[in-house]
């Protein structure tokens, strides 16, 4: 980093001098760069009761044990917000823990049932690497131009394999390049274990989340979701799963988007993670309306869509390994 200062000169004229020895210096003092200390995110001895707010390890660690846990926060970013918090609450109610605090001492300890490492060492492998990436434009008309909607960037790709933010990652890795294969990082241990067929699964607008019931009644479980606007609201009632499709193409119909381009016509966006709905779709039995992924997870129970529930792509692919025809899907406000 090159040091910035400014040299003082003496006021013009009978009598100035200059003493260097005795000048108070102007150099601007170097900052030192802040440095995430993502490893200590695999110790429990960071663990503390966490409230809104918060950021850091101690939070990292929190998002990736209720990830594990299928209690899922989203994009992982290491700070406690809307997500993390509903996730934590989900997790708490479902393990009989009290609710005053968002992670507690008894959040603590139910998660602590996984002890594997949260941060784990990994080689960015050349497939993480080999593309293409394209820059996706933000004309419908396009889009559909493209071959396919795979990843804009090797970062990009590699935050959805650890469920986490790009900013995330770089902070944990500062100075790394992530378009190299064999280049050394930190990444995240998000493995989930399998669930069991879902019973049913429910999509509660005011919590802005999906739950999957088992077959005895309990969450087993729940992934933040947006839901609907006031253009398309959320179409509540008991519907059904028609099918699971996974890497779809986009059908868009401009006459079913309120906000569509006047130029727009009707066309066949590519599949890939970066199409309007990800990389899965789970068709209901109310017309035009599904469960799918999405091409933003940052965004994710945080804005509004055009009626059908949006999931990260990640959770829409677990979520499409135990929904199939048949599942009931209760929609509520």
Known sequence: MALLFSLALPAAGIGATHHPRHRKSTRTPAKKPVVFAAESANDRAIERPLEKGASGPAVLRAQVLL?????????????????TLRAAAAFNAANGIDPAVPVSAGTWKALDRDSRPVVVAYTISPADVAGPFVPIPE???????LPAMGYSTPLEALG???HASPELLKKMNPGKAFDAAGTAILGLDVGRPPLAKAASIAVTESDRSLTVMDGGGKIAARFPATVGSE?????????????????PVFKYNPDLFWDADAKDTKATLPAGPNNPVGVVWID????????????????????????CIRLTN????DLAQI???GTPAILKP
């Open 314 to 317: 990640w959770d829409a692919s």
């Open 284 to 307: 209901l039995s109310k017309p035009h309306y599904g469960i799918h992924g999405s091409p933003e997870p940052s965004t994710i129970g945080k804005t509004e869509s055009h009626g």
């Open 160 to 162: 959805e394999k650890f």
């Open 67 to 83: 990830d594990r846990a299928h209690f899922s926060p989203g994009e992982i970013d290491a700070s406690m917000g809307d997500s």
């Open 139 to 145: 004309d419908m008309m396009e889009k559909s131009k």
């Open 323 to 325: 929904v199939g025809p």
């Open 231 to 247: 253009h398309d609201p959320l179409p509540m009632g008991e519907w059904k799963v028609n099918g699971v499709g996974r890497n």
